[in-house]
């Protein structure tokens, strides 16, 4: 039972514009959402992460947009760039144990 | 530097023959994880230990073994390989004094099995 659903499930997207990837989760005992960033080659590392309690969180290019009503969350990423090139996973975490439940992964392509 | 290190990187096997892929902290984190990540999948867990001596069963535990007999180390063991195991493995790890969802990660091992 995948309990985070992650779309789409790849992205082209334009230098210099928006990247958009979505999450949706069931269980409502999470609190931690945390997104990862995997470069070809590499182990996925954590980019950003946001708590239920705030609606969103904000580094550098990167937004993390929550909506707890509708169980939803986004990555935004501004202004784009070749270098962000790479697979994006979406999870969630609760603090009573350290296991991740990870989304299926977008990769994302930046056309220069 | 602060890692996890992961061996060996690649690795094509035979169904049936035994084999350890090694995964080593030098990050004195007390959390270890190994996942296997498939495409459209995302990454999966094996298995998990919560300090030395303390494992348990992720989502996929089926066909795997572990071991945590020292804080760094934690061992991924595939008594009878087959094809169905074929895949991307990571090993993780975690501090108790960190977020509880950052979790460091090895380059990966990726295992053919023929």
């Known amino acids: 039972q995948q309990q985070v659903k992650q779309s789409p499930q790849s992205l082209i997207v334009q230098k210099g514009g928006i990247s958009i990837i979505n999450c949706a989760y069931e269980n409502t005992a999470f609190d931690y959402f945390p997104w990862y960033q995997q470069f070809p080659g590499k182990g996925p590392a954590l980019l950003i992460a946001?708590?239920?309690d705030v609606s969103e969180k904000k580094e550098g290019r990167f937004t993390i947009s929550f909506n707890k009503s509708a169980k939803q969350f986004s990555l935004h990423i501004m202004d784009s760039q070749p270098g962000d090139s790479a697979t994006y996973f979406c999870a969630a975490s609760r603090s009573s144990n350290y296991q991740l439940i990870w989304g299926a992964g977008t990769k994302l392509i930046i056309k220069p | 530097e602060a890692q996890v290190t992961q061996n060996p990187r690649y690795l094509i096997t035979v169904t049936g023959k035994k084999l350890t892929v090694t995964c080593s902290q030098n990050?004195?984190?007390?959390?270890m994880s190994w996942y296997r990540q498939d495409p459209g999948l995302g990454l999966r867990q094996i298995y998990y230990?919560?300090?030395?001596?303390?494992?348990d069963k992720g989502d996929v535990p089926e066909g795997y073994k572990v071991s945590r007999k020292e804080k760094r180390n934690f061992p991924l063991i595939l008594e009878s390989p087959s094809p169905n195991q074929t895949s991307l493995y990571f090993c993780?790890?975690?501090?108790?004094?960190?977020?509880?969802?950052?979790?460091?990660f090895g380059p990966g091992t990726r295992l053919t099995v023929t």
């Open positions: 946001i708590r239920p």
């Open positions: 993780a790890s975690s501090s108790q004094d960190g977020p509880l969802y950052e979790q460091y």
């Open positions: 230990s919560m300090n030395v001596e303390v494992t």
């Open positions: 990050m004195n984190h007390e959390y």
